[in-house]
């Protein structure tokens, strides 16, 4: 045997005795919260679109917008976390999204917003400026918005739009909650030291919001993503349960209404199929 090798028995003692997991460990009740949030967040259905603020639904109950570049990935986002291909419209050329896109949840009252993309669109220099201003203006003015969802290339994050956007939310208490997109696109390693870089920044310019990485891709960060829009918008396990016994519901309600149409009528003096009536027996 060669000096320098090691025999078989020396590498079976070196090597762990069990395989090393780098995956998050979550306690049962936040599995269970996410597994709900993800269900409940699969009811999306389309609700209207708007060129402007004053074109927009009613502004009541609670919503939260998904903004970003129009190359970060906010389509894709969108379809991943409601489980649907084509709920938002995710296009190879970016900036399709024109008009600010409204989603219900199940509820009119709790929605998710998806916004014109900037920024990047292959548009006229005009249109630029008047989709800042309505973007400024839905930002600045919409009573229902708690919060967005903000998203970043992890190759590209904070660009000037991005930095322009955090001082809106900030000046309105808004909360944000950053997606570095396309982390798929990154070994872990660089991947996670672009997430520490972006945190640092936040640090420095005393914004306090939240960050994860994410990939539409593989699915990274979903259910983390899920819990942050349910937790932002009200949503609870009861609320879920509520949802589910719908049917249940429906079906008692059909019960009810045959109940109410046999009212008045003796049941005994309907022949049973295949009874034989003792005055008249069967030949």
């Known amino acids: 045997m060669h000096r320098y090798q090691k025999s078989k028995d020396t590498k079976a003692k070196l090597a762990p005795k069990h395989k090393i997991s780098y995956t998050k460990k979550t306690d049962d009740a936040t599995s269970a919260y996410s597994s709900q949030a993800l269900n409940w967040l699969r009811q999306a259905e389309f609700l209207m679109s708007a060129p402007k603020l ?9 919503e939260i917008a998904f903004a970003g570049r129009s190359n970060a990935g906010k389509s894709s986002a969108i379809n991943t976390l409601t489980n649907q291909k084509q709920l938002a419209r995710a296009s190879k050329r970016p900036g399709r999204t024109q008009m600010i896109n409204f989603f219900t949840l199940g509820n009119p009252e709790q929605r998710l917003v998806d916004l014109p993309g900037y920024g990047y669109a292959a548009v006229p220099e005009e249109m630029k ?5 309505e973007l400024e203006n839905y930002l600045i003015h919409r009573e229902s918005l708690q919060g967005l969802v903000l998203l970043m290339d992890i190759r590209h994050p904070l660009q000037h739009f991005d930095r ?6 900030h000046a309105r208490n808004l909360f944000v909650h950053i997606l570095l997109t396309k982390a798929d696109k990154l070994n872990r390693g660089p991947a996670n030291k672009a997430l520490l870089e972006v945190k640092k920044d936040l640090n420095q310019l ?14 990274q960060g979903l ?9 932002r918008l009200g949503f609870t396990i009861n609320q879920s349960d509520e949802s589910d016994r719908d049917g249940e519901n429906d079906s008692t309600q059909e019960n009810i209404q045959e109940l109410d149409l046999l ?6 003096a ?6 034989v009536d003792s005055d008249h027996p069967e030949k």
């Open 54 to 62: 004053d074109l927009c639904v009613e502004d009541t109950g609670y």
């Open 129 to 133: 400026k008047v989709w800042q201003k």
């Open 164 to 169: 322009m956007m955090l001082e809106w939310a």
């Open 206 to 219: 005393k914004l306090k919001f939240s960050i994860q990485l994410f990939s539409s891709l593989d699915r």
């Open 223 to 231: 259910d983390e993503l899920a819990m942050v829009m349910a937790g």
């Open 263 to 268: 009212e008045g009528i003796d049941l005994d």
């Open 270 to 275: 309907i022949p049973i199929l295949g009874e």
